[in-house]
Structure formats: structure tokens, C-alpha cells
């Protein structure tokens, strides 16, 4: 039980870790695509190829920089935290709803 455990730690941390390096490799992804539409010759190609490379190494550097101060699944949840959302109940039965 705790083999599985550690593995789905390890395999939760691995899914975050890629969602790190998504955020910019998407992007530049984007960024790649749209140059090559402007520019559609082996010029623009190699270019854009290079921004794509570009782009992963850093996501990579990113979640590797993000891996040694924390994990990346504390990471993710500090940034897709909503703490407004936490208190909702607390203050939600002191308010009343104004309906116009």
C-alpha cells in the first residue's frame, strides 16, 4: 500500500511538473506558429523550430528552478489558489443578497 501511495505522489508531482513546463512551451508554440505564417520558407521554419526548442528548455529551466525552493505541487496550488473563494461560507450567512 505504501509502494502505491509513493507512486501516486510521484506520479501527481511528474503531471504538475509537466503543467510547469506547458505554460511556457505553449506560448512559444503560438509564437512559433504565428511566425511562420508571416514568414512560410525553410527560413521561417528553421526560425520557428528554434523558437519552439527555445521555449521548452525554458519551461524546463522554469519548473526545475520552481522544483528546488518547492514542489511543484505546492507550487500549482499557491498559483490556482482562490482564497475569496475560502471564506465565501463565513461571510456568505452574514450578507444578504440586493436584488434590483
Known sequence: MDKILRFLGWLIECLNFLK??????????????MFYLYKPDT??????????????????????YVSRSTTATAFNAR???SPDLDNL???????KVVEK
Request: glycine share 10%.
Open 20 to 33: 510547469i513546463v506547458a505554460s511556457p512551451f505553449l506560448a512559444g508554440l503560438l509564437i512559433a506558429f
Open 43 to 64: 527560413t521561417g521554419l528553421l526560425i520557428a523550430a528554434g523558437i519552439t526548442v527555445f521555449s521548452l528548455i525554458l519551461g524546463v529551466l522554469l519548473a526545475r
Open 79 to 81: 498559483i490556482y489558489a
Open 89 to 95: 461560507n463565513k461571510e456568505g450567512s452574514d450578507q
